[in-house]
T-cell receptor, first 113, second 115 residues
């Protein structure tokens, strides 16, 4: 699986968009980008995933560059409840019987009032 | 659905004691995962099951750890004997099928402290 690189920490003002970057320069053609987050004292929570097209759901938007070497998770109107560690994971969609996700350290996002 | 349910939420025990953590996955999910999280090592996959059968237990630290899934709605992770270095948050997660392979739903976790 491709390795990902994320900033250690970021700050965002409440109500503003939070843009969380992820570099995955060694991504292969059939690997997807997945985003999870972990709010303090809770289990990780799936947010969104994509292959090459931009994706949007009720939680966030995922923008993947044309060369697929990097992506950005966008929280359009961050709230205090979005304060969490955000993990970017690259993985084959059909993992067969290899289901080990590599979590890394993620980005600690602090949303400030 | 109530999501993935784990118990106990907190466990404090003494070194040498047996610890059993429990998990009820989301109904209909055919994959179940046990993860451990510590500050030093982050999130680590310990073992996962598919249709109640253990598929990969390569992450289980040593023979003191064992996991079972007697049916589709219940799994246990047992540590015997427990040691202080086992102190961590243990998460159970479940997912459905091939298309949902990497979309996991996690429980709230069981925080274990071994004194």
């Amino acid at each position: 699986d491709a390795k990902t690189t994320q900033p250690t920490s970021m700050d965002c003002a409440e109500g503003r968009a939070a843009n969380l970057p992820c570099n995955h320069s060694t991504i292969s053609g059939n690997e997807y980008v997945y985003w999870y987050r972990q709010i303090h004292s809770q289990g990780p929570q799936y947010i969104i995933h994509g292959l090459k097209n931009n994706e949007t759901n009720e939680m966030a938007s995922l923008i993947i560059t044309e060369d697929r070497k990097s992506s950005t998770l966008i929280l359009p109107h961050a709230t205090l409840r979005d304060t969490a560690v955000y993990y970017c994971i690259v993985r084959h969609h059909n993992a067969g019987n290899n289901r080990k996700l590599i979590w890394g350290l993620g980005t600690s996002l602090a949303v400030n009032p | 659905d109530a999501g993935v349910i784990q118990s106990p939420r907190h466990e404090v025990t003494e070194m040498g004691q047996e610890v059993t953590l429990r998990c009820k996955p989301i109904s209909g999910h055919d994959y179940l995962f046990w993860y451990r999280q510590t500050m030093m090592r982050g999130l680590e996959l310990l073992i996962y099951f598919n249709n109640n059968v253990p598929i990969d237990d390569s992450g289980m630290p040593e023979d003191r750890f064992s996991a079972k899934m007697p049916n589709a709605s219940f799994s246990t992770l047992k540590i015997q004997p427990s040691e202080p270095r086992d102190s961590a948050v243990y998460f159970c997660a479940s997912s459905f099928g091939i298309s949902g392979a990497n979309v996991l739903t996690f429980g709230a976790g069981s925080r274990l402290t071994v004194l």
